[in-house]
């Protein structure tokens, strides 16, 4: 059940527990390989929920609750292995949290987990194998690393349906050799939960959390509109052809694609297509005026030499399609790609990222403009 293709001559992990299942039964697994581990669990910034004083919020989200934080406590009691809390909030708060409020207010689509595992889990995190004296970090996250020659590649996990190898594709290429993914190696998250059985896990039981962690009680809507104080103004929602036919709650509220809680006093579906700032309206139509055939990767991130081929697909959201790639151009001098999508794409906005692959291997990826 529980495979080990690495020697681990007692090597010493640091591996990051946040109280919840994937991150115990991560530790659980990497013990019975024996390592030698250290469980750390990272304190996040929370909103205190009506005020922007950035204090630790009662409605906490579960993996950076008090709750949370016993969980992981008690997990590594279990396991007999050291425990430490790091204090991350006011560096996620610059790094992550800012990163969210700001493009919202640019009106961008913004994907905090992404950033999160560049800067803090993958950045300040890593860092801190130094001072533990740590050959590796681990997570809980569905993902894999495996070695090709002289590199390491990081590709999908083996549960294709809860594969999160797309919010990785933008941590650094030198962190590769000295990550840990145990649960990328496991069929489901069955068997996940089997594995909690078998170790007698008490957090065997417990329910995953898909929240964003830093937004109280998961009110998007209610965090947007505390901290977002632009591009939250009423104005019209127009058609196509620029008739005035309802009016949107605020630019920040939607999203490219989106077609829930569009009121108009049209009957049919209708979708998001753009957001103009200029004149606080919301451009909206049918399902074909929301495609977008040609986009521009900014800020790339390349994990895997210049593989980059004809056979490379971009997948452009979590749990999106993959989609072909009629033709493409790489621009160095800005660090750019653009790409022209064979069958076009539905609800694509600025500021989501673009993830690149070749089969299950992560290329690379970047910031979507369009």
């Not at 999908?156 to 594969?163: P, S, V």
């Not at 390349?302 to 009629?326: E, H």
């Not at 033709?327 to 989501?352: C, F, R, T, V, W």
Request: proline letters at 2%.
């Amino acid at each position: 059940m529980i495979s080990n293709s690495k020697s681990t001559n007692k090597k010493r992990v640091l591996v990051a527990m946040s109280g919840g299942l994937d991150s115990s039964v991560a530790a659980y697994i990497l013990k019975k390989q024996g390592y030698d581990l250290i469980g750390v669990h990272m304190k996040f910034w929370t909103e205190k929920e009506g005020t922007e004083s950035g204090h630790l919020s009662a409605k906490d989200n579960k993996c950076c609750s008090i709750e949370g934080v016993e969980d992981a406590r008690n997990l590594c009691g279990q396991l007999e292995i050291p425990f430490y809390v790091l204090n991350f909030r006011d560096d996620f708060k610059e790094n992550i949290v800012d990163y969210f409020i700001s493009s919202f207010k640019q009106g961008l689509t913004p994907n905090p987990c992404v950033m999160c595992n560049r800067n803090v889990k993958f950045g300040m995190l890593y860092d801190k194998m130094k001072d533990f004296n740590a050959d590796y970090v681990a997570t809980g996250h569905y993902a894999r690393i495996s070695k090709i020659g002289n590199s390491y590649v990081l590709s999908r996990a083996k549960d294709l349906n809860k594969d999160q190898s797309y919010f990785l594709h933008n941590i650094k290429k030198n962190v590769l050799s000295k990550t840990l993914f145990p649960i990328g190696e496991i069929d489901s998250k069955d068997e996940v939960r089997k594995i909690a059985l078998e170790g007698k896990l008490r957090i065997s039981a417990k329910k995953e959390s898909q929240e964003i962690c830093f937004i109280p009680g998961n009110d998007y809507k209610g965090f947007i509109n505390r901290n977002v104080k632009t591009n939250s103004t009423k104005g019209d929602i127009l058609d196509m052809n620029g008739n005035i036919i309802g009016t949107h709650q605020g630019l920040s509220y939607y999203t490219i694609g989106q077609r829930k809680g569009i009121e108009t006093v049209l009957t049919k579906p209708l979708y998001v297509i753009k957001k103009n700032f200029r004149n606080n309206t919301l451009i909206v139509g049918d399902i074909e005026d929301c495609k977008t055939y040609d986009i521009v990767l900014s800020d790339l991130n390349i994990l895997k030499g210049k593989s980059i081929n004809g056979s490379t697909k971009v997948q452009v959201r979590y749990r999106g399609k993959i989609l072909d790639i009629n033709h493409y151009n790489i621009n160095e001098s800005n660090n750019s790609m653009s790409l022209s999508l064979k069958d076009g794409e539905i609800g694509i906005a600025p500021g989501q990222f673009g993830v690149l692959y070749n089969n299950n291997i992560v290329l690379g990826g970047g910031i979507i403009s369009i």
